[in-house]
């Protein structure tokens, strides 16, 4: 089950945009709630209040009991906007959750055990690919986060969707080979393994070719055209048979 957190608001008299200043002036930030097939409520909410949920994270995917005069609507933040000067925010849209709502969503992807990566320990680098995951889930039970277990892996592997077990009730919407996560070589390490690569292959070749100039094993059949050991080489041999008919 969701958090469920508590925010107050006021309602304020919908209009343009001379109106949405004249809210800002006040120190708050003008908004709506929409959705779940009713009309929509113009509102503003403290604007100090706003930031510190903003920048405690996680603010788009938390659910709120919206206090709107005395009246509470449970609701989810969709969006907000903000000043690129000032920092703070604008105007926020809430939606309005009626009850077995399901909400397409984006969950942050959390990393774990990163020290009991091989890879890692060998210098190798987390790379996250995908930062966060839309999925669909009903509105009672989102995520904080989806986790992606990197032990065991190693550099140049990659944890894929399909390699994660979601939670029965979300639903991804994005395809199942995805990658998440995957472990990035350090600085000259494609050099390194080439290097040890051609090494290995040459040791095996001279591993392979028989030693220069060595006697064959005791018992091993001659090379072609080579005497037996034991016979006259051919030149000695006629010259034996000239010297013996010398005698005759």
């Given at each position: 089950m969701a958090?469920?957190?508590?925010l107050?608001a006021?309602a304020?008299?919908a209009g343009?945009k001379?109106?949405?200043?004249a ?5 708050r930030v003008?908004?709506?709630i929409?959705g779940?097939?009713?009309p929509?409520?113009?509102i503003?909410v403290d ?7 903003i920048?405690a994270?996680h603010?788009?995917t938390?659910?709120?009991d919206?206090?709107?005069d005395?009246?509470?609507y449970r609701v989810i933040?969709?969006d907000?906007?903000?000043?690129p ?5 604008t ?6 959750l009626g ?21 890692v320990k060998r210098g190798?680098?987390v790379?996250?690919?995908t930062h ?11 995520p904080a986060a ?9 550099i140049s592997?990659s944890k894929?969707l ?9 639903r991804?919407?994005v395809?199942a080979?995805?990658?998440l996560?995957?472990i990035?070589p350090?600085s000259g390490y494609?050099e390194?393994q080439?290097a040890a690569?051609e090494?290995?292959?040459?040791a095996?070749a001279?591993a392979?070719?028989p030693a ?6 005791a018992?091993?059949a001659?090379?072609?055209?080579a ?16 010297g013996?008919?010398g005698?005759k």
């Amino acid at each position: 089950m969701a958090t469920v957190k508590e925010l107050k608001a006021t309602a304020r008299p919908a209009g343009g945009k001379g109106a949405a200043r004249a809210v800002r002036r006040t120190g708050r930030v003008p908004g709506v709630i929409y959705g779940d097939s009713q009309p929509p409520i113009a509102i503003s909410v403290d604007g100090t209040e706003l930031k510190s949920r903003i920048v405690a994270g996680h603010f788009l995917t938390t659910l709120y009991d919206l206090d709107v005069d005395g009246t509470k609507y449970r609701v989810i933040p969709r969006d907000y906007q903000v000043d690129p000067v000032m920092d703070h925010a604008t105007h926020v849209d809430f939606m309005r959750l009626g009850e077995g709502a399901t909400i397409r969503v984006r969950i942050p992807i959390h990393v774990i055990n990163v020290e009991a990566s091989p890879g890692v320990k060998r210098g190798g680098a987390v790379n996250i690919v995908t930062h966060a995951l839309d999925v669909v889930c009903p509105a009672d039970h989102i995520p904080a986060a989806i986790e992606v277990d990197v032990a065991g892996l190693e550099i140049s592997h990659s944890k894929h969707l399909s390699d994660i077990q979601l939670p029965a009730s979300v639903r991804p919407i994005v395809r199942a080979d995805a990658t998440l996560v995957t472990i990035v070589p350090p600085s000259g390490y494609a050099e390194e393994q080439k290097a040890a690569a051609e090494a290995a292959a040459a040791a095996a070749a001279a591993a392979a070719a028989p030693a220069a100039g060595a006697a064959p094993a005791a018992g091993a059949a001659p090379a072609a055209g080579a005497p037996a050991a034991g016979a006259p080489a051919a030149g000695a041999a006629a010259a034996g048979d000239k010297g013996g008919g010398g005698k005759k």
